[in-house]
């Protein structure tokens, strides 16, 4: 352990990128690596669980000696092992868990376990150091959809959810149902930028109810309907108006959004409100979020695009702070790939 810093090794391998950092007291990142499996899973046009945890087992080793190597520090400073220990597949989690205890044991270093929605919470509280709860957090990723109420530091009231896909796997069906390969949202943003959004009307389940819930599985199969009709009626010469149809989507997708960021605000009377996620990179959803932020007087936090998807810095943070409120795991740790958080409401 070192003398006074007080140094976390952050490590996450929940889904497709194998990810470490080491992170200086409770929000400072010294480091991070990060190998994405994109390139592997592409051709499958979503991610493939068994061959993401061979690829975690073949990154896992040189991207720790990358860390060291770039942070210029040596594992005997490393004063905390924080490993994400769920929700995500079950074996991708088992090779970070598994590593972290054999580190934790090899190196006789304290050992906690994070989850990863909490993780992806502390990505606004490391990217915004003001933040402070309460604050609402719109999770939005390829699996969660969810917005959250933290009431503190591991204090998380879950508001509401999907009832099916989360936003980022309705990126990533449509992006396959039209040939755009995986991950399916930056290609569609990109695509869309050249669309017009108002093109196809493409539905917005559950907008009018009065829960905080979404539904993106019929907007999935809607725009499978439609390329379907589209290239069976041969239109504009067989030539898919891809730019329209992603335009059309991503604004169906933000205003689900945008629609229960408005009721959980209504709701709860907090106008703290935090994003993060892989789909919080998505500048439709950043831009509304900021411009009816100002016009309403919502204090809204935005985390720079590196804090949007998976990282180890967040998990860093996330165990930093479960750690110092006297969370502690043992050589017994082992994933949950449900594990839930939430505290009831009432
Ligand atoms: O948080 P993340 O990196 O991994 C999970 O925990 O799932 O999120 C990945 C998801 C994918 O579904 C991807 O298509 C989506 O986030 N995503 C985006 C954008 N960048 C990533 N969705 C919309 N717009 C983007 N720019
Ligand atoms: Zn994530």
């Known amino acids: 352990?070192?003398?006074?810093?007080?140094?976390?090794?952050?490590?996450?391998?929940?889904?497709?990128?194998?990810?470490?950092?080491?992170?200086?007291?409770?929000?400072?990142?010294?480091?991070?690596?990060i190998s994405s499996q994109i390139a592997d899973h592409s051709p499958f046009g979503g991610v493939v669980p068994e061959l993401a945890s061979r690829k975690h087992q073949e990154a896992f080793l040189p991207l720790l000696g990358a860390l060291f190597e770039g942070a210029g520090m040596t594992p005997a400073e490393v004063s905390l092992i924080a490993v994400t220990a769920g929700p995500g597949l079950m074996g991708s989690l088992l090779v970070g868990v598994m590593a972290a205890k054999a580190l934790a044991q090899a190196w006789e270093t304290p050992l906690v376990g994070v989850n990863h929605l909490e993780g992806h919470i502390f990505a606004n509280i490391l990217a915004h150091p003001r933040l402070e709860p309460p604050f609402l957090c719109l999770i939005v990723s390829g699996g969660h959809t969810e917005i959250v109420l933290a009431r503190g530091e591991g204090k998380y009231l879950l508001l509401g959810a999907t009832r099916d896909d989360a936003a980022g796997e309705a990126y990533d069906k449509a992006a396959k149902a039209l040939g755009l390969g995986y991950p399916g949202g930056p290609v569609i943003e990109r695509m869309a930028r050249d669309g017009n959004a108002a093109a196809f009307d493409f539905p917005v389940a559950l907008k009018d109810t009065k829960d905080v819930e979404f539904s993106f599985s019929g907007l999935k199969t809607s725009l499978r309907t439609t390329v379907g009709k589209l290239r069976e009626s041969g239109a504009a010469g067989g030539v898919l108006p891809v730019s329209d149809i992603c335009a059309s989507f991503q604004r169906a997708v933000t205003e689900s959004l945008m629609r229960k960021v408005r009721l959980a605000i209504k709701k709860t009377g907090i106008k703290r409100i935090a994003v993060s996620g892989g789909v919080a990179a998505n500048s439709s959803l950043r831009g509304a979020l900021a411009s009816?932020?100002?016009?309403?007087?919502?204090?809204?936090?935005?985390?720079?695009?590196?804090?949007?998807?998976?990282?180890?810095?967040m998990i860093a943070a996330a165990g930093y702070s479960a750690f110092m409120r006297g969370e502690r795991s043992d050589l017994s740790l082992t994933p949950d790939p449900s594990w839930e958080i939430w505290e009831t409401a009432g």
């Open 1 to 33: 352990m070192s003398g006074g810093k007080f140094i976390t090794l952050g490590i996450e391998t929940s889904c497709d990128d194998t990810a470490l950092a080491l992170l200086e007291g409770p929000r400072d990142t010294v480091y991070d690596v």
């Open 292 to 313: 009816e932020g100002k016009i309403k007087g919502w204090d809204v936090f935005i985390p720079s695009l590196k804090h949007c998807t998976d990282n180890a810095a």
